[in-house]
Every structure is written in structure tokens, then in C-alpha cells.
């Protein structure tokens, strides 16, 4: 899942100051994980912007707001509210904002949330990056554990010289992934796996923007 | 003699280091290189130290090598991706630089600008590969290079890192990579040093042990909390804290001299690289002690 992080309320009126009526639209995917795009968030923000003498058309939670045809269709009962809107406000990640963007060619876009990473949920609302899609993934040589990722330095031939008793250089509250590599594969008898030696990443293979048609040619006739 | 026949003639060597300052006032650097002229085999030159800018590793190697001080360009992966790493390396050979250290390189968040975007495009073991490929003729995507280096590259390591294992992996996959000199972290327990030697002395590589200064106890026990891969053991501790304010300083100059000729005495290792860190005035000192000049 992609986690988010809201923004400051006085950020988001800074940007959207100019503006009266307001469309709110979250999505019951991520955000709503993350508690930054579900249905009381939306409603808070209603409250808060109607607080700040600013009117709101509608609210909406997308079924998953990053897909633009299917949030477009979800749209579509909210024709009236949307007319009557100056502004539409995501209340996702980068991705449902653009989605927005492009479902919304006329009106102004503006986001609610800061869009922080690919996230595993550890606890309720608690989340770490263990993936950061490099587009040529190694898990299979580094014993299930992510280096590109887990490491601030994405080494991928061992530990750097700051690994300081089993935790990282950077901050004594993450564990030097080396040490966490090198522990797994000693458990699981595949030592080896850390001697050989790996070449420089193959960067791109993440250039950016990346596109992906994933379907096969038959099923793009239909 | 050059640094690298020094080595191989098997001739304890024995460098040190220089740091470039923050700033055009080169004043200062420039008066410990008369310092160290003569006196030691060769200077490595920082690059960026702690990720604090300063001026660039290269400009410095080459003020060295005016000064009559053989350099040997430090080089990390933080700030420079793979074009700009073998742009330099060819750059810094034709000024006359012979000897690289490859290293990954502290990260931006020890330094002073954390902001920076940290590259770590290829790291401290794929640099090493670049330099031999380069040594060899080639670039890092295999593209024929219009005359060659001749580097003699080196590499660190940390020998009382915790855990050991990975860190001695990664050892071997340096020397398999090209490193030909290693110079290691610091280190204050000649014994356990021993055993370290013992694994490394299978490989046909050149070691030089790291001697850090100790200035007083409160350093040790600083370094102890705080430096990741360096253990002062509590006798040397007490040693200090015996010494009084007053003489804390020569104890720890002491040590290192006194580290340095057991080191040499032993043929425990190939030379010493001495880290004064803003004592390099006392380098001589400490080599005279330890009867190296
Ligand atoms: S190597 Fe790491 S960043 Fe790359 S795809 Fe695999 S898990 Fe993700
Ligand atoms: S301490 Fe470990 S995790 Fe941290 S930068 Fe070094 S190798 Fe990476």
C-alpha cells in the first residue's frame, strides 16, 4: 500500500485561499488505512473548511481513487455537486490526486496529503518501507530482505563500515540491514548468497515515467 | 620510492591524513604538509569527510603533489555517480595522482548539508572493480578507454566491527575486486588485531593499521559510545586517566608510538596510517617515538 501523511491544515488553506466551494474526495484504499482519506477524515475536513466560512459541494470516497475510469464512472452521480465546485480536493496519495487531475481536465486540483512510500503495515496505522520498486528486484540473493531499500545507502555487498553492533550509521532506530541479511541467511543455510559479489544496479531499469501494459494483446481487442 | 614500491619492497609505510578545509584558506593545510614532507611514505586526502563539504579531494591531491607529498585520493560513492566517479578518476591520473582509496562514504545525515540527495550509485566494492577495469583499459560499461590508468587502489576495513562475519565477506570481496592495500579503522587492542591479521594474512594484500590519537579518557570513552567499529580497551582507559589533564595528551601519544613500534617490531602488519585529526602537527612526534624517523 502507498502510505500518506496529512498535510498542516494551514498549508493546504494557503494554497487554496482564493477559492469558495470545495469537493472532497477520498479513497477507501490506502488512505483510508493510513487515516488520511476515509470517511472521517473527510468529514472532518468539511467541517473545517465550513469552519473557515468555505462551503463543501459534496464528499466522496473512491472505491480506489488511483484508478482514473473506474473513480470517473463513481463520479458520475456527482455531476450536480461538481458544477457547483470551484475547486477539487484529493484526499489520497500523488496518484489519486492526478488520477483528479486528469478526470477533472477544468477545475483546479489540490491534495490534502503528503505521499510518503510503498508501505508495509506492521500494526494498525504503523508502517515501514521494505520496497522502494527499483524494477529489478534481488530478494532472491539477499535472503528476503531488501538492502535497496533497508539500507540508507541501498549497499548491496555488505555492511558499510558505520554498522555499529547490529544497528545502521544513520540512526541507532534502524538495524543495519547487512546484519539483518547476514543473520537470515546464516539461518536458513544460504550463506553463500552473501559472498558472491553484486554488480552496480541496473538504474534503468526505474526511469522515470515507468508504463506498464500488462494485459495481453487479445484481451486489448475486446 | 613511490608509496606502492614502499609496500611491496615490504618496507613498513606509514601515512597519514590531511583534511581539506572548509574554505579558500588553505594556509593552514598547507603548513602541515611541510610538516609531513619527508616524513611520511603518503597523505591520503579526504573527500568530504563526515559528508562537511569542503574543498574537493583531487584539487588537495594535487597541491600535495606540488608539495612534494605523495597523495592518495580518498574517494567515496555519496556524492558522485558512476560517470562522475570515472570522469574524476581519469581526471585526477593525468594530474599525476597514483594511488585511490575506495570507500562507500558517510552518509549525508553526519554531515552539514542533510538535504543533500545521497547518490551511492555503485558502492565501495563496485569502485574498485571500476578502478581495475579502468587499469585495464576499460570503462565500467566496457567501452575501450583512449590510454589507461595505473592505479594502485586501496580499501578499508573494520576489524573490530561487531559482527565480524559480514564484515570480513565484504574484506573478500574487496580484495577480489582489485583492492591491493587495505587501511583499517582504528584500532587500540593489539591482540585482537593479531587475530584479524591472522585471516587476512591468506590474501595478497597490503594492511595498514588505523591509529587514532587518543587525546584523554573522555575521547576514549567517547569514541567507545559513539564510534561505530572502535573499541579503546579499559586499560588504556585507565592509562589516561592516570596521566591527569596535564599529561593525558602524551599518554595517548605514547600509545599510539608505543602501538606503532609493536606493530612494527611484531611484523604484525605491512605500516600504520596515523589519523591526527586536527593534530597533525604531533605526527612526527609520534613517529620519532615509536623510532621511525
Ligand atoms: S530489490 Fe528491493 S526495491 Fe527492488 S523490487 Fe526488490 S524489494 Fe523492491
Ligand atoms: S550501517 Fe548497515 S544499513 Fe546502515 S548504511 Fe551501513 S550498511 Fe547500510
Redesign the interface.
Known amino acids: 500500500m502507498i502510505a500518506t501523511k496529512k498535510r498542516e491544515f494551514k498549508d493546504l488553506m494557503e494554497n487554496i485561499k482564493d477559492y469558495k466551494s470545495f469537493f472532497l474526495v477520498g479513497c477507501s484504499e490506502c488512505a483510508s488505512l493510513c487515516g488520511t482519506g476515509g470517511e472521517p477524515e473527510l468529514a472532518e475536513l468539511k467541517e473545517t473548511l465550513e469552519k473557515e466560512g468555505k462551503t463543501v459541494t459534496g464528499t466522496f470516497r473512491a472505491k480506489t481513487g488511483c484508478q482514473v475510469l473506474g473513480t470517473k464512472v463513481e463520479l458520475k452521480p456527482f455531476k450536480e455537486h461538481l458544477d457547483k465546485t470551484d475547486v477539487v480536493i484529493v484526499m489520497s496519495c500523488g496518484a489519486g490526486t492526478q488520477a483528479a487531475v486528469e478526470i477533472f481536465p477544468d477545475k483546479p486540483v489540490y491534495q490534502s496529503n503528503d505521499t510518503l512510500f510503498l508501505a508495509n503495515m506492521t500494526r494498525y496505522q504503523i508502517f515501514d518501507e521494505r520496497c522502494s520498486l527499483c524494477g529489478e528486484c534481488i530478494l532472491d540473493e539477499t535472503g528476503g530482505i531488501c538492502p535497496v531499500t533497508a539500507c540508507p545507502k541501498g549497499l548491496l555487498n555488505g555492511p558499510c563500515g558505520g554498522t555499529n553492533d547490529g544497528n545502521c550509521e544513520v540512526s541507532p532506530d534502524i538495524k543495519c540491514c547487512w546484519v539483518r541479511i547476514y543473520e537470515r541467511l546464516n539461518k536458513i543455510n544460504r550463506l553463500d548468497d552473501m559472498k558472491k559479489t553484486r554488480e552496480a544496479k541496473d538504474w534503468s531499469k526505474s526511469q522515470k515515467p515507468r508504463a506498464l501494459i500488462a494485459r495481453t494483446k487479445e484481451e486489448k481487442k475486446k | 620510492m613511490s608509496f606502492k614500491d614502499i609496500l611491496n619492497s615490504g618496507k613498513f609505510a606509514v601515512t597519514a591524513e590531511i583534511g581539506p578545509p572548509k574554505g579558500t584558506d588553505i594556509k593552514e593545510m598547507l603548513h602541515h604538509m611541510e610538516i609531513l614532507r619527508g616524513k611520511i611514505d603518503a597523505a591520503n586526502i579526504t573527500d568530504n569527510q563526515s559528508a562537511v563539504m569542503r574543498i574537493s579531494s583531487i584539487a588537495v591531491c594535487k597541491l600535495a603533489l606540488e608539495y612534494g607529498l605523495e597523495p592518495i585520493l580518498q574517494m567515496t560513492c555519496?556524492d558522485r555517480n558512476?560517470i562522475g566517479l570515472q570522469a574524476d578518476l581519469l581526471g585526477a591520473y593525468v594530474l599525476g595522482i597514483k594511488n585511490v582509496l575506495c570507500?562507500?562514504g558517510?552518509?549525508v545525515?553526519?554531515g552539514d548539508h542533510k538535504q543533500a540527495k545521497?547518490v551511492?550509485?555503485?558502492?565501495?566494492?563496485?569502485l574498485l572493480?571500476i578502478v581495475d577495469g579502468m587499469n585495464n583499459g576499460k570503462d565500467?560499461a566496457g567501452n575501450d578507454l583512449k590510454g589507461a590508468t595505473d592505479y594502485f587502489q586501496g580499501a578499508?576495513?573494520?576489524p573490530e566491527?561487531?559482527?565480524i562475519?559480514?564484515?570480513l565477506?565484504?574484506f573478500?570481496?574487496k580484495v577480489?575486486?582489485g583492492a591491493k592495500f587495505f587501511q583499517t579503522?582504528a584500532i587500540y587492542d593489539i591482540e585482537k588485531f593479531k587475530t584479524f591479521m591472522a585471516h587476512a594474512r591468506q590474501f595478497n594484500v597490503k594492511i595498514m593499521a588505523g591509529i587514532v590519537v587518543l587525546k584523554s579518557a573522555g575521547m576514549a570513552n567517547f569514541m567507545n559510545n559513539f564510534v561505530?567499529?572502535i573499541k579503546v580497551p579499559q586499560n588504556l582507559i585507565d592509562e589516561l586517566k592516570a596521566a591527569g589533564k596535564e599529561k593525558a595528551l602524551d599518554t595517548g601519544l605514547n600509545i599510539a608510538a608505543r602501538h606503532i613500534k609493536q606493530l612494527k617490531d611484531e611484523k604484525i602488519c605491512d605500516g600504520v596510517h596515523i589519523m591526527a585529526i586536527g593534530m597533525e602537527d604531533k605526527v612526527p612526534a609520534i613517529m620519532e617515538r615509536a623510532g621511525l624517523l
Open positions: 555519496r558512476r570507500m562507500t558517510d552518509h545525515s553526519a545521497p551511492y550509485d555503485v558502492e565501495s566494492v563496485q572493480k565500467m578499508v576495513v573494520t566491527s561487531n559482527p562475519e559480514p564484515q565477506m565484504k573478500e570481496k577480489k575486486a579503522q561505530p567499529g
